[in-house]
Structures are given as C-alpha cells and as structure tokens.
C-alpha cells in the first residue's frame, strides 16, 4: 500500500494544490471592486516540491460541540501566511491590486491544468488496476 500511495503522491499533492490556488484566484475576482484589495496568490512550484518532500503541512481546526451527542469534526484551514501578494502591472486609484485580465488567465489556466492532473491521475489508476487484475 505504501508504494501505491506513493506513486499517486505527487499527482495528489499537486490537485490540492491546484484547489487551493483556484480559490485563492476566485477570491481575487469576486474582490476585483473591494478599494485596497490586494491580489493574493500562490507559488505553485515551491509549495508543491515542499509538499512532495515534506509532506502537507495539516492545518486543522477542531470544531466546537455544545453537547456529549455531538459528533466531532475537523475543518483544514489553508495557511495565509503561504500566500503571496501580487504586483500589479497598473496601478489603481482605490488602492485594489486586482487585474481582471490577469486574474482570469490565471483561473483559466489553473483550471485546464487541474483538469489535466485529474486525467494522468485517471490513467494512472487505469494501468495500476489492468497490473493487478493481470
């Protein structure tokens, strides 16, 4: 089990990732018209090597019960200190550092990009699964 989980390690990291970063990116479009908004962003490469290496840095928060027949849960929280804040190309006079255009390239491509992980993902499985049927 220990080799099947670290075969599809890197691909996994990498769509948690790539969910992260998605909502950081829709968080910066839906504040495109917040005055002093700063565009927040992730960096994908370094983040990713130090969840490969390392492994994922679990956040979570547990989750309060007001009552013994409560069932208990964990929410993960996404650290902010991991975020970075995006320089803009031009300046606003609100003070919001959010670029439409920018922003929905980046949305755009994380996305296709998350699409594609999920496919090698898919693939990945489909060759480990015909090995053991075999």
Same mark, same amino acid.
């Given at each position: ?34 005055? @002093?908004?700063?565009? =927040?962003?992730?960096?994908? $490469? &370094?983040?990713?090597?130090?969840? #490969? %290496? ?27 200190? @991991?975020?970075?804040? =995006?320089?803009?190309?031009? $300046? &606003?006079?609100?003070?919001?550092? #959010? %670029? ?35």
């Amino acid at each position: 089990m220990d080799k099947l989980d670290a075969a599809l390690n890197f691909n996994r990291e990498a769509l948690n990732l790539r969910a992260q970063r998605q909502e950081v990116l829709a968080s910066n479009i839906a504040h495109a018209d917040t005055p @002093n908004y700063k565009a =927040r962003d992730i960096d994908f $490469s &370094s983040r990713l090597t130090e969840a #490969v %290496e390392r492994g994922r840095a679990s956040q979570s928060m547990s989750m309060s019960v007001t009552s013994s027949r409560h069932i208990r849960a964990e929410a993960q929280a996404m650290p902010d200190q @991991n975020l970075l804040y =995006r320089v803009p190309h031009q $300046s &606003s006079i609100d003070g919001n550092t #959010v %670029e439409m255009d920018v922003e929905r390239i980046n949305f755009a491509d994380n996305a296709l990009r998350y699409e594609s992980n999920l496919t090698v993902i898919g693939a990945k499985i489909k060759t480990l699964l015909s090995a053991v049927q075999q």
